[in-house]
């Protein structure tokens, strides 16, 4: 078992940063891929960023490339989802997970999920 509790989110103006963290426990942490996802209340979860166990390859999804950086620090258990440049329809839940799929971007690929962070981007 992992357990995985994000923090971070709150109220941003658009243009504005946040940093997520999802910190971890349970099992091994470096031995897990490690993704962000956003879901919009009446909407699919929808795959927003992910990093390998060694944190040496990233993907993201073609809304957020060049604003989010994802990063992970395995001595700490806890990985980053640096967010830039918000816009209002970054509006979301934002949940991390681990994966034993390199660089999955399907929830079904995921094992273990947080709670969620809620941000909001204001115009």
């Known amino acids: 078992q992992v357990q995985l509790v994000e923090s971070g989110g709150g109220l941003v103006q658009a243009g504005g940063s946040l940093r997520l963290s999802c910190a971890a426990s349970g099992r091994t942490f470096g031995g897990y891929g490690m993704g962000w996802f956003r879901q919009v209340l009446g909407k699919e979860r929808e795959f927003v960023a992910a990093i390998t166990w060694s944190g040496g390859s990233t993907r993201y999804a073609d809304s957020v490339k060049g604003r989010f950086t994802i990063s992970r620090d395995n001595v700490k258990n806890t990985v980053y989802l640096q967010v830039n440049s918000l816009k209002p329809e970054d509006t979301a839940v934002y949940y991390c997970?681990?994966?034993?799929?390199?660089?999955?971007?399907?929830?079904?690929?995921?094992?273990?999920w947080g709670r969620g962070t809620q941000v909001t981007v204001s115009s």
């Open positions: 997970a681990a994966t034993t799929f390199p660089l999955a971007t399907m929830r079904s690929r995921y094992d273990y």
